[in-house]
């Protein structure tokens, strides 16, 4: 009945793993009583890090699975996937340690907590492998719809369940932008394969362009490029912040990448054209995320900014890579680094926040925490050290990666208008530093111990990408789109 | 005309003129209603166009599911008989001028490609007889079959299981411990 | 055939087909009255018309008591004063009626009531040929939904609008196990087409295979068609009559003019689906007793109706939701999972199963 099928699931081996463990976890939730949901969370890691060995075990593997129609597999696994993919499980172990003393302090203890971030993780780790247009719209959806429920899991709160909402309806709206675009590059060349729009793609065709311009506009929303921002300042300040410090991270990074492999395996040579429009979206996303954090009173909403204004760094390699593919590890090193930097920003403010009813969450409310919590504060200056791309920091050699891939593009005036927003960034990112230390305040904290070790790790790895770049930019500079002629012959 | 051209008018007809009723009536509840009709025109399309399979699906699913769950949230919602919801909100200008932009380019992008539109489809696709035999086998097949469309099958899957979790664990009423 | 003449042909075949079962519910009201009096001990209307047998010396034998009454009830609701209360959503609540009846005369579309007879290639059904005719099943069931929605919104009364919502909300959950459930033969018979359902059969009714989901398919049917014990919607101490409580006249007759066709066209899949449809002794030899054994089995199925509806007593509506998702729901997907594993099984010779 069923032809011998041609499979090749070693690709996908971390999903499957991912996939499976989340339903068995599902199963295994319900045997675990009310109070000591904390075990779910634990057990979440004995699916993460098998899968985090396997993705590191694929490294240096090119391979793809699932051949389709044009003889070209659905999914693949290269250096740039594998990259990704460990950002993403890194991300989700260090969530995991954050989240789970987090929710337990807030009241939100559920099992579904942490079903639906394994189900989301695989979303992410599709985006970088989908190697087809319906793929890559399927894990934005999966890596999406587990975000907005998460994003509204505090059902008491009326600011969660805003945040959630907006988060759903604007992210509903920009999938109907993507779907639109991948509509119109089926009419256009009659598939939906990367490679294979690669090759029947003409470039005087009115319909691709407006195609690639759609998947542009739903790319921009969901890694919160101006003008397509507006959302993430109030669905940051209303999720549970454990739920922000995930997504500000995952969801970026996995827009990023599917972005980068579209633009640079479905279009690349189309880069004279894409490259004005990230330009301009980069220059005008460092410009409005710096500036409009400068106003933020609320430590939330000011890193929701800086994310914005990070995702505008990031477009620089991106923008930088339509000349020089590879251009684009300059700004998968600098998602590396803001992986650990971030993740380390919001553990700080995890500490600090008071669960009952969003307070602590001011810049004010930092004021004397120097006094209780010496190293509490010198994590946070750290971090925001690194934010702002002072030297010895990851942040400083990611931007110094970044800028660097611009001006060998050519693009000096992008660089310059990052250089000057990072000025104006140390700003807003110095101020709960200064307070912190100059002032004198009731501010306390809580460090749990999974907080903690998420702390120590988050400086640790800022550390070592402020001193020794190197080894880890040369990873970077190694997570390349593998060749598509391989997959032909491997799949 | 052919009398699949007759049917093609009359159905864009419906589902344009009820989309139009969506977007201007002022009665929520009969703006749902034009939205179902026009779900209805759709799905006469797909009747048209031989692929029965989606058709039902269209009925199943956008009208016997999508447009009820709209409908109950209305009911809920909205008092009996309201009729001064307006359909204009402080934004319309900007949405009046956003949709303009978006169907002066979906026209342009037809009227520039019309020609080379209808040489594409008929290189790409299978000889129809084929096809219209035996779509919704066809169909079928390639949703499990590993070459074709088994991944995004059962990523689907997972994502509707994943909607299906976070959905209960949104609705479940809070229990105090 | 050209397209002109396939369509009219359908155009004829699908009048007779409604006329035939628009009488037929109207003898399904006589024969539920009847039934449920007998049931109940009492006698049921026998006035209404009857046949006279005389009979010498004494008084005329009558037979067939009450023949008559469905044609009095019909001309009762026609001269009806048909009341529009004075702040309905008129355009709603005419709507409604309508949309209750559409979708159960289309069901009939694709229901095949015979073999090859009448000049038709494979089997006699108003539009043969449709290759996906369970999914038009549910398709048009669950648009059957939106006449008791309308109903509900449109009459602008709070016992319709309660009972709308009541009845809609059964609808939608029991259409998940109905749908799920249906898929077995689907699977079985490895077709979507009820012709091709009905021939698969020739080895044996689907019922002894599939028990399981033969009676989760009845159980849903009597949800679906709001009839006992899941007729919480007439629940008439807390309702007075649910949503169609503000329609009288002719439009209160649609609604049960709908409910009655209903009946008949779920018999009439249950047979296709679950009892062999058209098929029975002799029928390849005279394909036109299909029509006969169609009919047998329909009103078997009615008389089962009938006889539930005698002898259950209401459901709660916690129980009812509750029974739905939290049994009906999980034992479909189980079947469905488990039919699917033997098929497979079977089909790949690693166990045997005579299908």
Redesign the interface.
Known sequence: ?FAAPTLNLWVITPLIILTVWAIILMFIDLFIPAGKKQWTGWLTLVGLIPALALTLMQWGQTGGAFIAEGGQPMVVVDNFATFLNTLYLLTGILAVFISVSYIRDAGLERGEYYFLMLFSIVGMMLMGMANDLILIFLALELLSIPLYILSGFDTGSDTSEESALKYFLLGAFSSAFFLFGIALTYGATGTTSLPVILDTISLDDPLALAALGMLLVGFAFKVGAVPFHMWTPDVYEGAPTSVVAFMSIGAKVAGFAALMRVLGQGFPMWGELWQPAIVVISALTMIVGNFAAVRQQNIKRMLAYSGIANAGYILIGVAASATDPEAISASLYYMLAYLFTNIGAFAVVIAVEKLDGQKGLLVEDYKGLAKRHLLLSLALAYFMFSLVGIPLTGGFTAKFYVFGAGVTAGLYWLVVIGAITSVVSAFYYLRPVLYAFMYEGPAVARVSRGLMFVLVVAVFATLVFGIFPGPWYELASQATFGNVATFVAGG | MT?QQVIFIILAVITLASGLVVVTNR?L??AA?AM?LSFFGVAGFYVLLEA??LA??Q??VY???IS?LI??AI?MTRR??STDESPFNSQWIAALFGTLLIGGLIIFVIVSVFSPFGDIIIANSAPPSLAVQES?VLLGRSFVDPDQYVIPFEIASVLLLGALVGSIAIARPEKES | MT??QIALRALIAGFIMSLVVITGFAYTTLLERRLLARLQARIGPNRAGYIPLPRKGKRERRLLGGIMQPAADAVKLFFKEDATPA?V?R??YN?APMLTVIPAILILAVIPWAGPILGYEEYFAIAPG???GI??I??????G??GV??A??GS?SKYA?LG??RA?AQM?SY?LSLALVILAPVMLAGS?NLNDIVVAQEGGWYVLFLPVAAIVFIIGVFAELQRAPFDLLEAEQELSSGYNVEYGGMRFGMFFMAEYMKMISFSAIAAVLFFGGYRGPFVDQFPALGLLYMFIKIVIGLIIMIWVRASLPRLRYDQLMGFGWKVLLPIAVLNFLITAVII?LA??GIIAFPI
């Not at chain 3, 549910?138 to 648009?143: F, G, R, V």
């Open positions: 009945m | 009398s009665n509840f009969h209603l179902m029965p399979f039902a699906s009925l199943l009208i016997g599911a009820i409908i109950f009911m009996l008989m919704t | 397209l002109g702040m959503d355009v709603v709507l449709i290759d996906v999914l038009f549910l398709a048009i069931t669950s648009i939904v939106y929605v309308l509900g919104w602008n609008i709308g919502i809609s939608i259409e979507m497979v089909s790949e």
